[in-house]
């Protein structure tokens, strides 16, 4: 089968897989472990965060001029909606990394396990990455993701990469942090490292199209002032999306590299002849 058909068969699993009471009951620890931070900070933090921002803004000399000529325009209105949105764009991104950090550590191996027991029950695992191991993994991931963030910020103000860019940065760690945790308990790392030099482009594909669907929150700040009145609130529905989103990545990954993982070892009967491969490149 084609790259392009194992990732839509893997798809319409993982998204069949996503109503199953099992991955129902396991998606209410992430999301009430976020809503519960997001909740606690918002209640006692929410406007004294607003408060700060627009301290902050009104020492600079730039955002001075900008809200003056707000003013100027004719939209007062806006100066006090200026800094819960700047707020909201810090938030974000920081929200989106809880959510999916907390979907690889309290969901991803549980729903490995499922598709497992369902699909491959003779698939032995031969090696346990540690938890050290996956928290490195994922804490380097992510640092080099908000990085990009940061460095990329300038670009937005175009706006087509506006649209491409965080979407692409997303994916990007949704690829990096969830093929290790799917891989993690049942690959070993000549395996794993195999898996991802040869599925590369499917799998950041794969990353890359779970980004543009964590992008949805979004759109319910197209709401305007009245999504700023509502920020926390918006949050934590947003908190609910992502958390359903990275869950089906998560599935999607599964049905897509279980089977490569099981053809990998019908090949070969142990993983030794894949260290010749390994001397070709690293994943990325």
Known sequence: MPPLGRMLDAGWRALVYCLRPQVIWLSFLPLLLAAAVLGSLAWWGWSDGVAWVRAMLDGWSVSQHVLSALDSWGLPQLRMAVAPLVLVLVVIPLVVVMCLLLVAALMTPALVKLVVHRRFPALQSRHQASVWQSLWWSLHATVLALLALMVSLPLWLVPPLAVVLPPLIWGWLTYRVLVFDTLADWATPQEREHLLRT??????????????????????????????????????????????????????????????????????????????????????
């Open 199 to 284: 599925h590369r482009p499917a799998l950041l594909t794969m990353g890359v199209i779970a980004g543009y669907l964590g992008a949805a929150p979004a759109a319910l700040w197209a709401l305007g002032v009245l999504a700023l009145a509502l920020a926390p609130f918006i949050l934590l529905l947003s908190v609910w999306i992502y958390t359903l989103v990275f869950a089906f990545a998560a599935l999607w990954f599964a049905h897509f590299l279980l089977p490569a993982l099981s053809a990998l070892r019908s090949e070969s009967s142990s993983p030794e002849p894949l260290a010749p491969l390994l001397a070709a490149g690293e994943p990325s």
